[in-house]
């Protein structure tokens, strides 16, 4: 049974930093596109950043030189590192898997992330 677990959100003023993290369990973890995705009630989910490998990152434009995406392979673990945080970050962030051991060039681009943690609240005040 895949799991995916998220940690680290929180409510914080405008400028500051948050680190989440998302452990997976029940499934091959290297060679898989993880991602992070943000939904705001009444919004479509939207991509934030995803990861293949160790260093094959993508990241939505809106998060670009503020957000570091980062996995440890060996603890199943992806991480996101948020600074300047902006009240537009406001969201429920959700951890997500490929279904398969897909690139993420692939895994977006075909809307192929099958696994979801549960998500955690971010808020951000200004």
């Known amino acids: 049974q895949v799991q995916l677990v998220e940690s680290g959100g929180g409510s914080l003023q405008a400028g500051g930093s948050l680190r989440l993290s998302c452990v997976a369990s029940g499934l091959i973890y290297t060679n898989r596109c993880m991602g992070w995705f943000r939904q705001v009630p009444g919004k479509e989910r939207e991509g934030v950043a995803d990861i293949y490998g160790s260093d094959a990152t993508w990241y939505a434009d809106s998060v670009k030189g503020r957000f570091t995406i980062s996995r440890d392979n060996a603890k199943n673990t992806v991480s996101l590192q948020m600074n300047s945080l902006k009240p537009e970050d406001t969201a429920v962030y959700y951890c997500?898997?490929?279904?398969?051991?897909?690139?993420?060039?692939?895994?977006?681009?075909?809307?192929?992330?099958?696994?979801w943690g549960h998500g955690t609240q971010v808020t951000v005040s200004s």
């Open positions: 997500a898997a490929a279904k398969a051991p897909y690139s993420c060039d692939l895994a977006r681009s075909r809307d192929l992330f099958a696994y």
